[in-house]
């Protein structure tokens, strides 16, 4: 069974968490489903508001989407959440992908 069947198969027994979220939406994301990833990234960050790498990959769906200015709104805020936990890998990502969309 796919990676996304799997996923979406312990969601629906209840496994619901924000690993789960964001496991399914970056399979999403991966195939290029990115309306169907960004819902899941949004759920994944009401359960854990600090999961970092779900604000990157929720920006890069909605600017896939063609939603630039709410992109660039998530991962300003990913970019905040990143700086005060300390995650440099996804601080970098975001300010790398931050400036390649502002240019």
């Known amino acids: 069974m796919a990676l996304i069947e799997n996923l979406e198969a312990m969601l ?14 970056s399979a999403y994301f991966n195939e290029r489903r990115y309306d169907e990833a960004i819902p899941h990234l949004r759920h994944c960050l009401t359960l854990n508001s600090g999961y970092t790498a779900a604000y990157k990959l929720l920006g890069r769906s909605l600017q896939k989407q063609g939603q630039p200015e709410e992109a660039h709104d998530v991962l300003k805020i990913g970019l905040e959440k990143a700086l005060a936990s300390g995650d440099k890998q996804i601080e970098r990502e975001i300010r790398t992908f931050l400036k390649k969309n502002e240019a």
């Open 12 to 25: 629906a027994q209840g496994k619901d968490s924000a690993m789960l979220r964001f496991g399914l939406g």
